[in-house]
């Protein structure tokens, strides 16, 4: 017998190509329906921490997965009056010198099935200019790792939305905050560097709007002038390697004979070795010392093996996440503060 040539097809299926969002999309009540359950039951197996007995768990899980349903995450927002989405605030700058810290700020709100709304800032002072942004989107909490002065943080409260602060403090402002001990660990650095003997020191700081880059200038330049050290010179970068190599470049013209160079960056400590390597002919660390600051992955290659402290990110970024979905569940949580100290890293661009 001769074959028809038509191909058999199954009960449930079709040989017509469907186009793409042609198929409705299961709804709750198409779940309720298969399993032979309330909608309140389905809902209920879907909101997190939600009361349902284990049978009817399963047969409701069991129907979704049969239909492909999943809950709509706008539908649960009206329902929680949570949009579970969480504003980061990061600098190009912070990013540029320590990447890890975006990565694992994400990982850590994805893992609590909150969604991140990323505001990247070319600089420190757009602040204002993403606020309103942030208010349309209805975020529940905001994280930033970019300064924001006293009026921003008001306006935050009065909006009444929590917000922990990442490596920075407000001052005048009592604000959940976390962050590493910059000046202690830029002191310790410095002390080292005294205590085998330098002497002639040179400062590259970042711009003057980083809050951090800040903090560690002045207290590398507090610790020197307790040594007796007061014309130590300071050039600017923005935390690039360019603006690190062009510093040296600039201060070989000022001040030609330096025994050390203290970079408030690794990223600006990797492009002053190359600046005194390629530019100066300068032996690193045998001529001139160098050292950095964040402990970044590039400063740990065995082309510069930068002498710094690490940041202890995975720690501060869990704290800082923890502490936020604590105050989104408990807005009435008193501000805490909670500082970490960097770890030394020996390196191999500075003689100590």
């Known amino acids: 017998m001769a074959k028809s040539g038509k191909k058999s097809v199954k009960a449930g299926e079709t040989d017509t190509p469907v186009a793409f969002g042609s198929v409705?999309?299961?709804?709750?009540?198409?779940?309720?329906?298969?399993?032979?359950?309330?909608?309140?039951?389905?809902?209920?197996?879907?909101?997190p921490g939600?009361?349902?007995?284990?049978?009817?768990?399963?047969?409701?899980?069991?129907?979704?997965?049969?239909?492909?349903?999943?809950?709509?995450a706008l539908a649960q927002a009206l329902i929680t009056r949570r949009t579970n989405l969480v504003a980061v605030f990061i600098s190009r700058l912070t990013n540029l010198h320590y990447p890890e810290v975006l990565a694992e700020l994400s990982r850590r709100l994805t893992d609590r099935d909150i969604r991140v709304l990323l505001f990247a800032l070319t600089a420190e002072s757009e602040i204002d200019s993403?606020?309103?942004q942030v208010w349309r989107h209805d975020v529940d909490g905001i994280i930033s790792a970019?300064?924001?002065?006293?009026?921003?943080i008001a306006g935050i409260r009065r909006h009444g939305i929590p917000m922990v602060l990442y490596n920075r403090t407000a001052g005048e402002n009592l604000t959940p905050s976390v962050w590493c001990d910059s000046a202690a660990g830029e002191r310790d650095l410095v002390d080292r560097l005294l205590a085998a003997g330098h002497r002639r020191f040179a400062v590259i700081a970042g711009p003057e709007d980083s809050a951090v880059g800040e903090e560690r200038r002045q207290a590398a330049l507090q610790r020197l002038s307790e040594a007796g050290i007061t014309d130590t010179p300071v050039v600017r970068g923005d935390f690039s390697y360019a603006s690190g190599r062009d510093a040296v470049a600039t201060l070989s013209r000022s001040t030609p004979s330096l025994d050390a160079v203290i970079c408030v960056s690794d990223v600006m400590a990797?492009?002053?070795?190359?600046?005194?390597?390629?530019?100066?002919?300068?032996?690193v660390p045998e001529d001139i010392s160098i050292v950095g600051f964040d402990g970044s992955e590039p400063a740990g290659w065995m082309s510069y093996q930068v002498t710094s402290i690490r940041q202890p990110?995975?720690?501060?970024?869990?704290?800082?996440?923890?502490?936020?979905?604590?105050?989104?569940?408990?807005?009435s949580l008193p501000a805490e503060r909670r500082s970490f100290v960097g770890a030394f890293i020996p390196g191999q661009s500075a003689r100590l």
């Open 24 to 47: 409705r999309r299961a709804t709750s009540y198409d779940v309720a329906r298969l399993a032979g359950v309330s909608q309140s039951a389905v809902s209920r197996c879907f909101a």
């Open 50 to 72: 939600g009361s349902i007995a284990a049978a009817t768990r399963e047969k409701v899980m069991k129907a979704a997965t049969e239909l492909g349903y999943r809950p709509n």
């Open 130 to 132: 993403i606020l309103e």
């Open 146 to 152: 970019a300064r924001l002065d006293n009026d921003q």
């Open 270 to 283: 990797i492009g002053a070795i190359d600046g005194c390597r390629f530019d100066l002919a300068l032996q």
């Open 313 to 331: 990110v995975r720690r501060m970024t869990e704290a800082a996440v923890q502490m936020l979905m604590e105050r989104i569940e408990d807005p």
